[in-house]
């Protein structure tokens, strides 16, 4: 299947700092990539969607200030946690559509994670 | 929030056929019923997705009701590696700009 990537896998930052995750389709290109976060033991829960070349739409609860999000290329989204802070400790998952999948129906395919942990 | 009801866990014993099956009685016309994983600390791993039809794929089988009202997924084979959580989501196909939406999942556990 399509690949998505994310860098790092895991960081650790000091509070107050920002830090930037990459979400990259490796082989496919997608106009729309959508960011999760998953606290220990919990389903995974939409933050946002990012959109090429627009702004994000964010999720009610989730501030837009703080988790920046930049879609600048069709195979490309960032999400920088600005002014961290050990709530924001978690695993931030991305993902992306394929449009290409045979058969009906495009297929969705995730990153392996990000952890960040906020000291 | 979530459209679909799974059990919270199940049990399979290694070399066993593994069912784990998902409710989604307000499923829509134009929503395929999609089946990821997580395996711990990894993101979710895309196994089989349908519309009406049963699938079925290297990984796994699907098999939708007629009514399209719950849908099972098959592991004929279960080994220990496919322990983790199973997400069962509907989701509208052909909307580039729809997220996928999880719920709690079943936890399958498979033991030697």
């Known amino acids: 299947g399509a690949v998505v990537s994310q860098h790092p896998s895991w960081v650790i930052c000091k509070s107050g700092t920002s830090v930037k995750i990459e979400c990259r389709s490796l082989?496919?290109?997608?106009?729309?990539m959508f960011w999760y976060r998953q606290f220990p033991k919990q389903s995974l829960m939409l933050m946002a969607t990012?959109?090429?070349?627009?702004?994000?739409?964010?999720e009610q609860g989730v501030e837009k200030d703080k988790f920046l999000i930049n879609h600048a290329s069709l195979t490309l989204s960032t999400l920088t946690v600005t002014s961290a802070h050990p709530e924001d400790s978690s695993f931030y998952i991305c993902?992306?559509?394929?449009?290409?999948?045979?058969?009906?129906?495009?297929?969705?395919?995730f990153g392996e994670g990000s952890w960040l942990t906020v000291v | 929030d979530a459209k679909t009801t799974q059990p919270p866990s199940m049990d399979c014993a290694e070399g066993r056929a593994a069912n784990l099956p998902c409710n989604h009685s307000?499923?829509?016309?134009?929503?395929?019923v999609y089946w990821y994983r997580q395996i711990h600390s990894q993101g979710p791993q895309y196994i089989i997705h349908g519309l009406k039809n049963n699938e079925t794929n290297e990984m796994a089988s699907l098999i939708i009701t007629e009514d399209r009202k719950s849908s099972t997924l098959i592991l004929p084979h279960a080994t220990l590696r496919d322990t983790a959580v199973y997400y069962c989501i509907v989701s509208p196909s052909n909307q580039a700009g729809t997220a996928l939406i999880f719920g709690k999942g079943t936890t399958l556990s498979v033991s030697s």
């Open positions: 990012s959109n090429e070349g627009s702004k994000a739409t964010y």
């Open positions: 993902s992306a559509r394929d449009i290409r999948a045979p058969g009906g129906g495009n297929t969705i395919y």
């Open positions: 307000t499923i829509s016309g134009n929503e395929y």
């Open positions: 082989d496919f290109q997608a106009t729309t």
